[in-house]
């Protein structure tokens, strides 16, 4: 096999074991608490990533069989075996788990080809609502590496990444409405670059840009800017990754509404 290809299949068989281990920890959690705010939340995003991979390794294909599979796991049959829509999330979470299971069975089969071809490239995560067009291309590279960084177990490089894709984001946003505009709502005097990033996200709230979740930021992800230096020697736990993670999608759909 082409160590190309070879290479590819193993970064993709790293990320579904990934999100295997992230399928069960949501599914847990839904088990012990259907109702919960976060654990809902966090399902949301792992199933948003789901189908970037399943996306990915289908070549953007819906008739591909592994789309088909990801797409039936919403689904519940009747009792005359019609599909009709209102599968329980933890049902739901457990049914792409056995998809994602499948990929990872159809990637490691040496008698078969694998599900994807040498030529093909993960496409990067889209970020068309950012307004400057020199700033897409590296948010778009950084959610990328920020993902890389969680399924890796680096928390702390995966919170800064996500924050610092928020920052850049939301300042895009801000710069966009423009100073007069935003000093119309109560926006501190000076530079938006001077601002603090617990002023930016305030300000764009104020605002009307964005809503109040990004108020779930732990203190860690507020003070990203700090970490590794001599004022704040605090590393970022998994928690403190992954939920830095679920408010940077929250404003992405603020910033985005039709995305």
Not at 44 to 73: M, P
Not at 210 to 226: F, M
């Amino acid at each position: 096999m082409d160590n190309s290809l070879q290479a590819q299949i193993d970064t993709y068989l790293s990320r579904l074991d990934g999100l295997i281990r992230r399928g069960c920890q949501v599914r847990d959690a839904l088990a012990t608490d259907p109702s919960n705010a976060s654990a809902i939340a966090a399902t949301r995003v792992w199933q948003e990533d789901c189908g970037v991979t399943i996306n990915q390794l289908s070549g953007g294909s819906k008739a591909h069989w592994l789309a088909r599979s990801f797409s039936e796991a919403f689904l519940m049959r009747s009792a005359a075996g019609h599909a009709v829509e209102g599968a329980a999330p933890a049902e739901i979470v457990q049914r792409l788990l056995g998809v994602l299971e499948q990929a990872v069975a159809s990637l490691s089969r040496k008698d078969a080809p694998p599900i994807l071809s040498a030529s093909s490239e993960p496409p990067p995560r889209r970020f068309d609502f950012v307004h400057n067009p020199e700033l897409r291309p590296i948010v778009e590279q950084a959610y990328t590496d920020s993902r890389n960084a969680l399924e890796q177990g680096d928390y702390d490089l995966a919170m800064r990444t996500s924050c610092g894709i928020l920052e850049a984001i939301v300042t895009d946003a801000l710069e966009h409405k423009g100073l007069s505009a935003l000093a119309a709502t109560g926006a501190p005097a000076g530079k938006i670059a001077d601002w603090s990033f617990e002023t930016r996200l305030a300000v764009a709230e104020k605002s009307g840009l964005i809503r109040a979740g990004w108020a779930r930021l732990p203190a860690t992800a507020r003070a990203y800017r700090d970490h590794g230096t001599s004022g704040l020697n605090v590393t970022a736990s998994e928690r403190d990754a992954r939920q830095a993670g679920q408010v940077l999608h929250v404003v992405m759909r603020d910033l985005n509404p039709g995305r």
